[in-house]
């Protein structure tokens, strides 16, 4: 029983992630539906602690239990990627109060119940052999730290969030395995149903981008990145850009053009050196035709840049790969701590929309930015 609290640890922790993760984007990267979910999850899982207490808990029973939460994970994941089209959203719009409050608790409450209900049959079997629950919680919450552990370097590595909810429910069918006294038909079916994730995991791809697709016609390609989902799209010859389902740019609008020109004409002097934090919807580009000597192009996100590049136009993805511009990979807040001067920056990290731009929007960094222009340098 030991395994099994560590593997339930594991499970909550790491499945909290990949559904307050599907959630993000479900709802255009949003961040107060993490406080929401949180809080919904704890309910679930308050919950099913509290259910069935005068059951007497059995290996069978725990094992049962293990089979649904295994199917639940990739499930829920379809779900939420399926719930626009189930309330027959309007393609971009946000989904109606309503509606988020339906989806939510649902997505939450497969997963909530049955993570809390296994903790207390399992902390119960535990104990009925001599041990304390405080032991058995200590083994669980041990789970939970190599599951936030095991996320971070999953999404670091490049894992998908469909494959890790397939490592999820691989994780809640091995342990059944474990248990001494079950009967051959729940070793049978114990055994099915870890063929079929397993072969699930070599059509995960496929999977995930069919599922994704659904929320975007014409989908080129998907990836999940430690900083978001990132999407792009084709449309005849217009490549847009998402993250968290959340346009950042198309390449046929023309607001680079507007950003870039206008503080670069106020400039007094020529502009030698550039800081563009930001700006591969086509700004460098634009920068370029005022001859400078260097423009340092600074994005957080090296999965996503990767990502974009090749399906840019010519004439927007050659100019980001030759002098004078030198890609840095790199927190902006940081990076603006170094003593080089600028001419011009320009802050193109998007809207403040979300807590992870809201940082560039602050006293601190535009006092930050401050410190770094020249003598008649512009920040815009």
Not at 245 to 254: R, Y
């Amino acid at each position: 029983m030991t395994f099994s609290l560590f593997a339930i640890g594991f499970i909550s922790m790491l499945g909290q992630v990949i559904i307050l993760r599907e959630l993000l984007v479900a709802f255009y990267g949003v961040e107060l539906i993490y406080s929401l979910a949180i809080g919904v999850w704890l309910l679930w899982t308050g919950t099913g602690a509290l259910l069935f207490r005068k059951r007497i808990p059995t290996t069978k029973l725990m094992a049962f239990l293990f089979f649904f939460l295994g199917l639940a994970f990739p499930l829920d994941v379809i779900f939420l990627r399926s719930s626009r089209l189930f309330f027959s959203a309007v393609p971009g719009a946000y989904l109606s109060f309503f509606s988020q409050m339906i989806i939510m608790p649902a997505a939450l409450l497969p997963v909530g119940i049955s993570l809390g209900l296994l903790f207390q049959w399992a902390a119960r079997v535990f104990a009925r052999n001599g041990r304390s629950l405080a032991a058995a919680y200590a083994i669980e919450s041990g789970g939970g730290l190599l599951g936030g552990l095991a996320s971070t370097l999953f999404f670091h590595w490049g894992f998908q969030n469909f494959t890790l909810a397939l490592i999820c429910a691989l994780a809640c069918l091995m342990c059944p395995l474990l248990y001494a006294g079950l009967g051959s038909s729940i070793r049978l079916v114990t055994a099915l149903l870890l063929l079929l994730v397993l072969s699930s995991f070599f059509l995960s791809g496929p999977i995930d981008r069919r599922t994704s697709a659904w929320n975007h016609p014409g989908l080129l390609s998907v990836r999940d990145t430690p900083y978001g989902r990132m999407a792009v799209t084709r449309r005849f010859d217009q490549i847009s850009v998402f993250e968290n389902d959340l346009l950042l740019f198309e390449t046929q609008g023309k607001d680079a053009e507007t950003f870039s020109h206008l503080p670069a004409l106020q400039h007094q002097g020529p502009i030698r050196d550039m800081l563009v934090l930001g700006g591969l919807d086509g700004i460098v580009k634009e920068l370029i035709q005022y001859g400078p000597e260097r423009i340092d192009w600074i994005e957080l996100n090296r999965t996503g840049v990767d990502l974009v590049l090749p399906f840019l136009p010519e004439e927007m993805r050659r100019p980001l790969l030759r002098k004078p511009v030198q890609l840095i990979i790199a927190d902006p807040r940081s990076f603006l701590k170094q003593g080089r001067q600028y001419d011009l920056i320009i802050v193109a990290m998007g809207e403040p929309v979300s807590g992870q731009a809201n940082r560039f929007y602050t006293e601190e960094f535009f006092a930050a930015c401050g410190s770094r222009l020249g003598t008649g340098g512009i920040m815009a």
